[in-house]
């Protein structure tokens, strides 16, 4: 059984930046983490994606010179800086897990808005 749970979202200004955690527990090794988002009314998308084994991460256009997603296997936590956020970046933030070739699992979400 994997959980994973999210912190660090909130209220920032454009322009501003925040960081997300996601630390993760149960059998994750040789896993994808992600992090996806779902703003009001829109489809949930993924936003970046790393390994634990590494390799370059994965951006979406959107957050790409943005955003940086890193891993500490040591603390079996990623993290996902958010810079020069922008409204449209409003959204709730989803970490997820890749063991089975899917994303298995989820965690709870956290709210991110930026306001103009």
């Known amino acids: 059984q994997v959980q994973l749970v999210e912190s660090g979202g909130g209220l920032v200004q454009a322009g501003g930046s925040l960081r997300l955690s996601c630390a993760a527990s149960?059998?994750?090794?040789?896993?994808?983490m992600g992090w996806f988002r779902q703003a009001p009314g829109k489809e949930r998308e993924l936003v970046a994606a790393?390994?634990?084994?590494?390799?370059?991460?994965y951006y979406a256009d959107s957050v790409k010179g943005r955003f940086t997603m890193s891993s500490d296997n040591a603390k079996n936590t990623v993290y996902l800086q958010m810079n020069s956020l922008e409204p449209e970046d409003t959204a709730v933030y989803y970490c997820?897990?890749?063991?089975?070739?899917?994303?298995?699992?989820w965690g709870q979400g956290t709210q991110v808005t930026v306001s103009s």
């Open positions: 790393i390994r634990w084994s590494g390799g370059s991460p």
């Open positions: 997820a897990a890749d063991v089975y070739n899917s994303w298995d699992y």
């Open positions: 149960g059998r994750t090794w040789n896993s994808r």
